[in-house]
């Protein structure tokens, strides 16, 4: 059964840097692609982008670029999301989600804050 | 950018009644190549992550009840909850699929009346 397990909790202060990783078990891990999804305190689901599993190309929303990258590691079956020059407004639950349709399943989330 | 506008953004069913959601696209998801619409409903509970219910638009997912159905075509899509229980107090969204930036609704917060 495939199953997504995220890293824990960070707190930072602004201006810092994070890495979140989404490790995969269960399945073949080039064969679908992985998603990142923000949802910001209260509100509703943002799609940050995608990593193509087998190239390792990613591809940023609008708003998710320059600060966010998603990177691979294919021997451990994980994807990272690496956040750099933090602000407050990047708190947040990040999620992974496997799929290169509908998402199918989903990391349990990885909540981040942003504060001095 | 497809714009997902679901409605309404919050409801209150009494127990074993019907619920209703609404989902419209913006431009057409419906892939004619093979006659799908690139539509998915998800439910998030409280501190929990979202979860596939439906895909397709109206492909229920292995384990979800069958009182959860979706239907629909092209731009306007419902997920509807036959007899709403306790345990489907929760937020749906609906999702598309059919091109970048993927998009999803704002959400509808289901609630026992």
């Known amino acids: 059964q495939a199953q997504l397990v995220q890293s824990g909790s960070e707190l930072k202060n602004p201006g810092a840097s994070v890495k979140l990783s989404c490790k995969t078990s269960g399945y073949t891990f080039t064969k679908y692609a992985l998603n990142w999804v923000r949802q910001a305190p209260g509100q509703g689901l943002e799609w940050m982008g995608w990593?193509?599993?087998?190239?390792?190309?990613?591809t940023y929303a609008q708003g998710f670029t320059g600060r966010f990258v998603f990177s691979l590691d294919t021997s451990v079956n994980t994807t990272y999301l690496q956040i750099s020059s933090l602000k407050t407004e990047d708190t947040a639950v990040y999620y992974c989600a496997r799929g290169d349709y509908a998402y199918s399943p989903w990391g349990q989330g990885t909540q981040v804050t942003v504060s001095s | 950018d497809i714009v997902m506008t679901q409605s309404p953004d919050s409801l209150a069913v009494s127990l074993g009644a019907r619920a209703t959601i609404s989902c419209r696209s913006s431009q057409n998801v419906l892939y004619r190549s093979n006659g799908k619409n690139l539509l998915a409903w998800y439910q998030q509970k409280p501190g929990q992550p979202p979860k596939l219910l439906i895909s397709w638009a109206s492909t229920r997912e292995s384990g979800v009840p069958d009182r959860f159905s979706g239907s629909g075509s092209g731009t306007d899509f419902t997920l509807t909850i036959s007899s709403l229980q306790a345990e489907d107090v929760a937020v749906y969204y609906c999702?598309?699929?059919?091109?970048?930036?993927?998009?999803f609704g704002r959400g509808t917060k289901v609630e026992i009346k």
């Open positions: 990593i193509n599993t087998n190239t390792g190309n990613p």
């Open positions: 999702h598309q699929y059919y091109s970048h930036p993927r998009t």
